[in-house]
Every structure is written in C-alpha cells, then in structure tokens.
C-alpha cells in the first residue's frame, strides 16, 4: 500500500522568509513517482513537479527547489524569498503501479504574510 | 488553450437524489481521473479511465457511485442516492499517460462541489 504523510499541517511565515514543507512517502514498489501541486484558495489543483524513484538529483526552478532523498523516503519542498502569491496548500503525491493511481498525502497549508 | 472543464462547479442536492457530474478533460488526454477530496484534506482517489475502459474503479465509497466514459472523452460521474457524507469537491484530472509507460502529471479541473442537504 501507498501512503504519503505531511506532518506540518498549517506554516506562516513572513514575506521574504524561506519555508521547507515536508513529505515522506510509503511503498514497495521499486519505481515510482513523486509530485508536488499546489493549490490556491481558487481550488484548482497546480502540477509543480514530478520526480521518478531513479533520479535523485535535486531541482532548483526559479524560487522553488526540492530535495529527493531515497534513504529517507522523503521528497521535500523549499520556497526561497516566499511571497504573499505563494500562500495556498501544497500536496505531496506518489505514483506507484505504473500510474494507475495517485495518492495524495493531506496537505500543508501555507501562509505567506505581508 | 483550454484546460480541463467541470460542471456544474456548484450542486446542492436534497439527500436521496441522484446527481451528474460532467468532466471534460483535454483533448488527446488518454487518461482521466476522478478525486473526491473532503473539506481540508487531500484529493483521494475514486476511479481511472484508460480512453474508454474503466482500469481501476476500487476508490469508489459504495455501489451508489458511478463512473463512465463512453467515447474516451467526456467522463460523468453519477453519484445515486446521495447521502450527507457525499458533501465534498469532486476533481477530475486528465493526463497524456498511456498504459505500461511513466505516470505523466495530471492536469486538474476547477472541482465540482456537491452539497447534500
């Protein structure tokens, strides 16, 4: 079984400030994928990135980055410099099965403040 | 371009009637995707539809829940009966994935909220 788990439930920082959201998944399957999407208050769910269980390097996108660490099981997220548009709730997410299905965990809720 | 459409965004139902929910996904997406996602928690899984065929349909809550895509285009879910605890967004999501190949991102709609009163 699939299980992915965010522990922070609710973040606020300061305009400017950089806030790491953290994700930890569960699975037996060897190849799988992970993502990130966000969601702001207008609810439309947002693909941020994906990343396959074979490619641990990290990826930096702008003011984004995120951290791969296999030994761990954790897929975490940093935004650098955030600003008030980053506010929304952000979902960790895991393919496994081929991409018969994903499994999102419950998300972060994060508030930027000006 | 146009990106995945739902309707009706908003539905209130009165408890015990049945209700639709249309999904337009993009055009040329192989795979859709229905999630029901609860009031602050995450989207979980309902059914996927590989083109026509119904692959995987073991998220739905209950036999009054269900799913169809007769063309490989438009998708509807059609919940009957419907009960207070079916309150919820419904999200459907579209993806290029084709069977045996990586998972690729899905692209999600503006949800449908469903109301039961």
């Known amino acids: 079984a699939q299980k992915v788990t965010q522990a922070q439930t609710e973040i606020s920082v300061v305009e400017k400030e950089d806030v790491t959201l953290d994700c930890v998944y569960e699975t037996r399957d060897t190849t799988y994928y992970l993502f990130w999407y966000k969601q702001p208050p207008s609810g439309e769910l947002v693909f941020l990135i994906r990343r396959n269980s074979f490619d641990e390097q990290n990826e930096i996108s702008g003011r984004y980055s995120w951290n791969f660490q296999k030994s761990t099981s954790s897929f975490n997220f940093t935004i650098t410099a955030s600003q008030v548009v980053d506010s929304a709730v952000y979902f960790c997410?895991?393919?496994?099965?081929?991409?018969?299905?994903?499994?999102f965990g419950p998300g972060t809720r994060l508030s930027v403040l000006p | 371009g146009a990106g995945v459409s739902q309707s009706p965004r908003y539905k209130v139902a009165k408890r015990g009637q049945d209700v639709a929910l249309r999904c337009d996904p993009i055009?040329?997406?192989?795979?859709l995707f229905w999630y029901q996602q609860a009031l602050g928690q995450g989207p979980e899984f309902l059914t996927y539809f590989q083109n026509e065929a119904q692959l995987d349909k073991s998220g739905l809550p209950s036999d009054r829940f269900f799913a169809e895509r007769p063309e490989g285009s438009v998708s509807t879910l059609k919940i009957q009966r419907t009960q207070q605890e079916d309150s919820a967004v419904y999200l459907c999501?579209?993806?290029?994935?084709?069977?045996?190949?990586?998972?690729?991102?899905?692209?999600f709609g503006p949800g449908t909220r469903l109301t039961v009163t």
């Open positions: 997410a895991l393919s496994a099965n081929y991409g018969q299905n994903f499994v």
């Open positions: 999501a579209s993806s290029l994935r084709v069977l045996g190949g990586s998972p690729y991102e899905q692209y």
């Open positions: 055009s040329g997406h192989v795979s």
